[in-house]
C-alpha cells in the first residue's frame, strides 16, 4: 500500500551564496515513511531537511507540499544556543508563538506540555534550564518541542549525534513508536550500524542523490564509495547489512606490525 | 545633620538635573531591555555601530540646521535597517561591514563638524553626553520610544523569544522572523536616539550590554531576565547620575562604572556560589 505523497522534490538544487549544497534532487516522501538521509558530514543533509521544512528556497527545482501539512523539527544539538536563558517548558510550548502572545504559558498548554514531557520521560523537568540536563534529555526536549503541535512529519536532524549506545536506543524505540502511531519520520544521519541499518528506507546523499532504497539495496560497497568516498565494506550479519570501514583492516595489519 | 540632610538633596533643587536624571533613568531602563536582545544574539557591535552611524545624523542635522530627532531619527532608522538586512544574510565578515558602515558615518559627522560647526563643546556633548542640554522634549521622547518598546515586547513577546532563540524553526512556524528584526532594529535605533544626548556616543554600547549581563547571571528566564535587566539599568543610572554631582565627574561616565561595579559584584558572587549552586538560580 502506497500512502499518500506529503512532500515531493523535483529537481531541487540549494546553493549558499552560490555555491551549490545540494543539486538536482528527486525525492518524494509519502504518509507512513520513516526515511534516513545518509552521507558524511558537508554532503547536504541539513540543507536538504531545511529545504524540505520551508526554512530554505531552491535556486531551482521545487519542493511541494501537502497543503497545510503539519511539520515538527528537531534541530542538530550542536546548533542549539544551550546558554540561552530558556526553561523546558519555554522550548516546548514555543511553536505555538503564532496563537498565544501574552509571555504567560497557559493552563491549556502547561497540561499539554507536561504530557508530551512525561511520555518522553522528561516529567517534572519543566522549570529546568535546558543547560541542565543530560545529552539525551536534551535531544528529547526538542523532540517535545516538535510533538507538542501533532506533526503529520518529524524532521530530524542527526538526532543520535554525540549521545551514548543506551540514549541511542532509546531514541531510536521513541521515533519507532512515534512511527507506530502513525507518524511519517525523515532524519539524518551519518551512523550507518548505529541508526541507518535499522530503518526500513535509506538515501544516500553527496550533494546529489546517490542512492535510494532499503539498507539492503542500498548499503553496498560501490553506493557507499560513491557516497563517502572512501573504501567500506559490507558484511551481513544476522540478515542486517554491516557496514565496516575497508581501511579498518589495513590499519589492524599495520598496528598489529607495531605490537 | 540637617546640613548633610539637605546636602543629600542639594542636586535635586536644580532643574537641569532634575531633567538629567529622569531622562538617565528612563534611557538606563530602555537600553536594559534592549540590551537583553543585543546580549543575547551576541550583536553588542551593532549597539556601537548604530551609535556611530547615529553621530553622524546628528552632526548632519546640526550642520544643516534640521531637528536632532528628524535628522538623526532618519539617519539612525536608515541605517538600522541596513545593518540589519546585513547581519541576517551572515556573510563571513559581516560585522567587518557593519564596522566601516557606521565608522565612515561617524567619521562623516566628525568632519562636518569640524568644518561647518560652531564649537568643539557640541562634538564634546555628542560625544560623552552631557545633562545641561535636556529639556522637556528629551524627557517626553525618551518615555515615548520606552512605552512603545514595552507595549511591543510584551504584545510579541513569543515572536520575539523565539525568533531570538531560533529563527530558522520561528519562520517556518509562521513568525515572521524579518519583520521581528527589523522591529528591533527599529526600536535599537529610536533607543540610541533619544538617549545619545546624555550617555553619549561613545558609551552608549557599555550600556546596552551592562545591565543584560548582570541580569543573565542572575536569572536562567528570558522573561525575568526583560524586567531585571531594565530595573538594573534603571539603578545605576540613576545612582551613576546622583554620584556624578558629588564626584564633579562626567555623568555617562560615573553611570558606565556604576553598572560596571554592578557586573563585578554580581560576577563574584555567582562565580562563588559555584557551579553547583547555579541550578538553584532557576527559580530566582
Ligand atoms: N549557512 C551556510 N553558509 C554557507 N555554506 C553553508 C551553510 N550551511 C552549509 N553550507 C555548506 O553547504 C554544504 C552542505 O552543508 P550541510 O547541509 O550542513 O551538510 P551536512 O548536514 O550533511 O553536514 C557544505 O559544503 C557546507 O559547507
Ligand atoms: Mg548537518
Not at chain 1, 138 to 143: A, L, N, S
Not at chain 1, 175 to 188: K, M, Q, T, W
Not at chain 2, 231 to 238: D, L
Amino acid at each position: 500500500m502506497i500512502g499518500e505523497v506529503l512532500v515531493e522534490c523535483a529537481h531541487m538544487s540549494c546553493a549558499y551564496n552560490s555555491t551549490l549544497a545540494i543539486k538536482n534532487v528527486d525525492f518524494t516522501i509519502r504518509k507512513g515513511d520513516f526515511v534516513g538521509i545518509v552521507g558524511p558530514s558537508g554532503s547536504g543533509k541539513t540543507t536538504l531537511l531545511k529545504a524540505i521544512l520551508g526554512a530554505i528556497t531552491p535556486i531551482e527545482g521545487h519542493v511541494t507540499k501537502k497543503p497545510q501539512l503539519r511539520m515538527g523539527y528537531v534541530p542538530q544539538v550542536e546548533s542549539v544556543d544551550w546558554n540561552f536563558p530558556v526553561t523546558v517548558l519555554e522550548v516546548v510550548v514555543m511553536t505555538r508563538s503564532a496563537m498565544g502572545r501574552l509571555p504567560r504559558v497557559t493552563k491549556d498548554e502547561r497540561a499539554g506540555a507536561s504530557l508530551v514531557l512525561e511520555r518522553l520521560g522528561l516529567g517534572g523537568l519543566e522549570n529546568r534550564h535546558i543547560r541542565e540536563l543530560s545529552g539525551g534529555q536534551q535531544q528529547r526536549v526538542f523532540v517535545a518541542r516538535a510533538l507538542f503541535h501533532r506533526p503529520e512529519l518529524l524532521v530530524l536532524d542527526e538526532p543520535t549525534s554525540g549521545v551514548d549506545v543506551r540514549t541511542r536506543h532509546e531514541v531510536l524505540h521513541l521515533l519507532a513508536d512515534l512511527h507506530d502511531e502513525g507518524v511519517s519520520i525523515i532524519l539524518s544521519t551519518h551512523d550507518l550500524n548505529g541508526l541507518a541499518a535499522h530503518l526500513p528506507r535509506l538515501v544516500c546523499l553527496n550533494s546529489e542523490i546517490i542512492a535510494d532504497g532499503s539498507p539492503v539495496e542500498v548499503l553496498t560497497p560501490e553506493v557507499l564509495e560513491k557516497t563517502f568516498g572512501a573504501p567500506m565494506e559490507v558484511l551481513i550479519h544476522g540478515g542486517m547489512p554491516v557496514v565496516v570501514d575497508g581501511v579498518g583492516a589495513d590499519i589492524a595489519e599495520r598496528m598489529s606490525r607495531l605490537g | 545633620m540637617s546640613f548633610v540632610l539637605s546636602g543629600i538633596f542639594t542636586p535635586f533643587h536644580y532643574q537641569f538635573f532634575n531633567n538629567g536624571i529622569i531622562v538617565a533613568t528612563i534611557a538606563g531602563a530602555l537600553c536594559g531591555l534592549l540590551g537583553v536582545f543585543v546580549v543575547l544574539r551576541g550583536m553588542s557591535y551593532i549597539g556601537h555601530g548604530l551609535s556611530h552611524a547615529v553621530f553622524g545624523g546628528a552632526a548632519a542635522s546640526a550642520v544643516m540646521n534640521i531637528n536632532y530627532f528628524v535628522g538623526a531619527g532618519v539617519w539612525g532608522v536608515a541605517s538600522g535597517v541596513i545593518i540589519g538586512r546585513i547581519a541576517r544574510r551572515r556573510l563571513i565578515g559581516a560585522d567587518a561591514a557593519i564596522g566601516v558602515v557606521t565608522t565612515a558615518s561617524f567619521a562623516l559627522g566628525l568632519a562636518l563638524l569640524n568644518r561647518y560647526g560652531q564649537a568643539k563643546k557640541s562634538i564634546e556633548a555628542v560625544l560623552f553626553g552631557s545633562v545641561l542640554g535636556v529639556n522637556t522634549i528629551d524627557i517626553v521622547a525618551v518615555s515615548a520610544v520606552a512605552v512603545l518598546s514595552i507595549v511591543l515586547i510584551v504584545s510579541l513577546y513569543r515572536a520575539f523569544l523565539f525568533a531570538t532563540f531560533d529563527p530558522e524553526v520561528a519562520q517556518v512556524s509562521g513568525v515572521r522572523v524579518a519583520w521581528i528584526e527589523a522591529l528591533l532594529m527599529g526600536l535599537l535605533s529610536l533607543t540610541i536616539l533619544v538617549t545619545m544626548r546624555v550617555i553619549g556616543t561613545l558609551l552608549i554600547s557599555a550600556l546596552l550590554v551592562i545591565p543584560a549581563s548582570v541580569a543573565r547571571m542572575l536569572t536562567n528566564s528570558f522573561a525575568r531576565m526583560l524586567w531585571i535587566s531594565p530595573v538594573i539599568g534603571a539603578v545605576s543610572s540613576f545612582t551613576g547620575m546622583y554620584l556624578a554631582y558629588f564626584l564633579d565627574t562626567s555623568a555617562s561616565a560615573t553611570i558606565i562604572l556604576t553598572g560596571t561595579l554592578m557586573f563585578i559584584v554580581v560576577y563574584t558572587v555567582t562565580g562563588l556560589r559555584g557551579r553547583t549552586r547555579i541550578s538553584g538560580l532557576h527559580h530566582i
